[in-house]
């Protein structure tokens, strides 16, 4: 820890610059801590607080730049990677799905301070269409302040933080380990509790795509239920004919308005047909008895060379199920 506390003294900016771009890039490495030790150590002239701040925001910006400018190459495949290596799964896509069309760039500064959200809103914005002039404002002036205010929290508590170094220099390579086991265990039960919501998202019912075709040439067409958001519509906005455009938060609220004598399947367009099974979880409590999750989601589908419609960018108002056409 001594070595650290060195490093710390030796070369503080550039570490704060190389642990915040990375953990701007996805890897789980603690940026916030980092900045706060900065802090504290800038408290007492170790490093200055200026430069720190600079080189903090700067790499904000470039680790940000590459996921928007994969999110505006890419689109919704990058936010299905996210999706697929998230720890969080796609709640954080909805999330961030969500405050972009809703507060725009304002959005940026304000996914800096929402976990797992923060590593998603970039690509978001990218993939949506915010002009390059529009991101870079709003991810500078966001990463000012997400850097300033760890920075002056490591500032404001200098005394106690000064402590803590003092402590964990002493105690060497038990507190190395001790902060190792610490940020294992986190990662560990984030890993267990998606582990845990995929295993029930895995005991709903699923239809492949040759099955729901079966149905279809029988003349027993289900009722598609499509539980994308609009932002992800606006990035793919291909749609299955007659499907039911509804948000997955909304669902429950507009579940009245469903045939309970018809299949139901629901699909989105995220690994592992999560939403899709999260929707059919949310009928199946509704006491819903004929509901699955299609395998593939939209993806699947249109790979297996089935027929789509398209939407004009932003989600179809809300249809009764009774005017949708057979396929």
Known sequence: MTTLIDLFAGHG????????????????????????????????????????LAL????????????????????????????????SPDSCVRQSE???????????????????????????????????????????LAGALWSAVFLGLGLLLRDQIQQVLEVLAEAGLVATLVLVAVVAAVIAQRA??????????????????????GLIE?????????????????LDPRRIPGAWPVELKTLAEQAARLPRERLLVAY????????????AQTLAALGFERVAALVGGLDGWVAAGRPVEHEAGAAAPLREPEALGAL
């Open 56 to 87: 903090a925001t700067l790499a904000n910006l470039l680790g940000d730049a590459v996921w928007y400018e994969a999110g505006r190459r890419q689109g919704h495949r990058v936010m299905k990677l996210l999706c697929r290596v998230s720890l």
């Open 192 to 213: 267990w509790r998606r582990q845990r919501f995929l295993r029930a998202a895995r005991k709903v019912r699923r239809l492949g795509i040759a099955e729901v075709a």
């Open 13 to 52: 900016v550039l570490l704060v610059f190389l642990v915040t771009f990375a953990a701007r890039v996805g890897l789980p490495v603690p940026a916030a801590p980092v900045l706060v030790i900065a802090g504290g150590m800038a408290s007492v002239n170790a490093i200055s607080a200026p430069l720190a």
């Open 268 to 279: 989105c367009n995220c690994p592992n047909e999560v939403s899709a099974a999260k929707a």
């Open 98 to 140: 969500s405050l972009i069309t809703r507060w725009g760039g304002r959005s940026l500064v304000a996914a800096k301070f929402l976990p797992g959200i923060s590593v998603v809103a970039a690509p978001m914005a990218g993939a949506l269409g915010m002009t390059v002039r529009r991101f870079v404002a709003f991810d500078l």
């Open 218 to 234: 029988r003349g027993e067409p289900p009722l598609f239920i499509d539980v994308r958001g609009p932002g992800s519509v606006g």
